[in-house]
């Protein structure tokens, strides 16, 4: 079992950034894929960000893309996720998900990753 601890959110103002943090316990994840969903109060969980397995490849969201970058963290077992140039409809809850064996064209659907964490409030508000 991997449990995923995510860290970093809270309140930004427009235009800011945020790093959110996820830490994972259990197993080692260096060579699972890490990615990012978010939902919003009263909308469907979406995709944010991923890195497939050890191999680096990165995927983002169209609406997040050029503005949030993810990175693994192997010193630390998890994944990090900067967020830059931040605007109010990224206001989300966001939540880490770890897979050992996800394959690519279903990095984006939330129902076929196996670990969640619990999810950390970004907030992005004047």
């Known amino acids: 079992q991997v449990q995923l601890v995510e860290s970093g959110g809270g309140l930004v103002q427009p235009g800011g950034s945020l790093r959110l943090s996820c830490a994972a316990e259990?197993?080692?994840?260096?060579?699972?894929?890490m990615g990012w969903f978010r939902q919003a109060p009263g909308k469907e969980r979406e995709f944010v960000a991923a890195?497939?397995?050890?191999?680096?490849?990165?995927y983002y969201a169209d609406s997040v893309k050029g503005r949030f970058t993810i990175s693994r963290d192997n010193a630390k077992n998890g994944v990090n996720l900067q967020m830059n140039m931040l605007k109010p409809e990224d206001t989300a809850v966001y939540y880490c998900?770890?897979?050992?064996?996800?394959?690519?064209?279903?990095?984006?659907?939330?129902?076929?990753?196996?670990?969640w964490g619990q999810g950390t409030q970004v907030t992005v508000s004047p």
């Open positions: 890195v497939f397995r050890s191999g680096g490849h990165l």
């Open positions: 998900t770890a897979d050992r064996g996800i394959i690519l064209s279903s990095l984006r659907l939330g129902a076929q990753w196996d670990y």
């Open positions: 259990g197993r080692t994840v260096s060579s699972y894929s």
